[in-house]
């Protein structure tokens, strides 16, 4: 349907009709984020009191009732929360279970999901089957964060094991979550749009005046990869830098920031001070709502830092996305071309969506 050419300095943009075009978005987005590897949280959501957490699968679109279940030997196991009887949501509260029990009729089940007992059910013939089992679902951690896919294609150990090449030094697993810092926005414009504007450090110099004074827009950088790419900002003046270890990638460069973005809709935003984690989230194809979780490291370096002014930036990259959701809908823009030496970031992510809309 829509084919974005390899070669960026030939490649047109994705066109307007796509971000206008309702009825596309409820089926892409859903396709998309079914099969993709989505930030569910982080191992802080467990305690003492809490091994069994229930959770939705991105409400309103796909709206799939999970449970992540902490095992016995620590891990983490992510299973259907619909009983396998009559489709009662088994858990509706984050609590301390032993058994998986079904409040409708009695169903239980074991904390790997594996079928154990029915009442009334002595007579049934050919059962229990594989399918009275739930369902598990792939969940992978790095760190301390958890990550869920319905349905992969790919590994996520293999993505972070590139990503740990330059972050692995710092100790992410003790950054500590900062909610009073954390922060949800509504974005009136199409989910894409955003990420659209993430993906590239063109409009620094032009939108963001506090973060050009922070970051050397010269010498900006995007590296791309199969499944996310990388983008580095080298810092300006007197911004806090990483203190790189011999042997690092980078080291010896002025490193103030290092913007990951993970396909389609992750953000992981590594400064000095700690980490921010932007999840991207489609409400419908004219509403994004965009989720900042701030984890802390060092907290006396955050207002010299790259990522001192956050809320700041995210008020000035929603005013030119709300500006070009509005602009697209005019009938005399179809489709741009990208900057071959600023734009690799959008182009790569255009060129990921065309995939899905063949």
Not at 63 to 86: F, I, M, W, Y
Not at 159 to 177: H, M, Q, S, Y
Not at 255 to 274: E, H, K, R, S, T
Request: glycine fraction near 6%.
């Amino acid at each position: 349907m829509y084919k974005v050419n390899e070669d960026i300095t030939k490649a047109t943009t994705l066109p307007a009709a796509f971000y206008r075009d309702k009825e596309l978005f409820y089926d892409l987005t859903a396709r998309i984020m079914g099969s993709t590897w989505q930030f569910i949280g982080d191992t802080g959501m467990f305690s003492a009191d809490h091994n069994v957490v229930p959770f939705v699968f991105y409400p309103p679109l796909l709206a799939e009732p999970l449970l992540l279940v902490k095992q016995p030997d620590k891990g983490v196991l992510c299973l259907s929360n619909v009983c396998t009887h009559r489709g009662y949501l088994l858990i509706n509260k984050a609590g301390k279970h032993t058994k998986l029990l079904c409040g409708y009729h009695g169903r239980r089940f074991n904390l790997a999901g594996q079928f154990e007992h029915m009442p009334e059910f002595a007579d049934a013939q050919d059962f229990p089957r594989a399918c009275d089992n739930l369902t598990q679902i792939p969940v992978q951690g790095w760190q301390q964060f958890l990550f869920v896919n319905l349905a992969p294609t790919f590994d996520l150990a293999t993505l972070f094991d590139e990503i740990d090449k330059r972050v692995g030094f710092l100790p992410v697993a003790t950054f500590r979550k900062d909610r009073v810092r954390s922060k949800d926005y509504t974005v009136k414009a199409h989910w894409a749009l955003y990420c659209d504007n993430y993906l590239e450090g063109f409009h620094i110099p032009f939108v963001h005046p506090d973060l050009n004074q922070a970051v050397e827009y010269t010498t900006y950088e995007t590296i791309l990869y199969d499944h996310f790419n990388l983008q580095i900002g080298y810092s300006k003046d007197d911004t806090e830098v990483f203190n790189l270890p011999e042997g690092h990638p980078d080291y010896g460069k002025q490193v103030a920031a290092y913007y990951y973005w993970i396909f389609p809709n992750l953000m992981l935003n590594f400064y000095p001070w700690g980490l921010s984690v932007n999840i991207v989230k489609p409400i419908d194809h004219e509403t994004t709502e965009v989720s900042f979780i701030s984890y802390i490291y060092d907290e006396s370096k955050i207002d010299a830092s790259a990522g001192a002014l956050l809320d700041k930036v995210e008020m000035e990259d929603e005013e030119v996305v709300e500006a070009v959701q509005r602009g697209i809908q005019s009938r005399f823009y179809t489709t741009g071309r990208f900057s071959p030496t600023k734009e690799k970031g959008v182009h790569h992510f255009h060129r990921m969506l065309a995939q899905f809309l063949v």
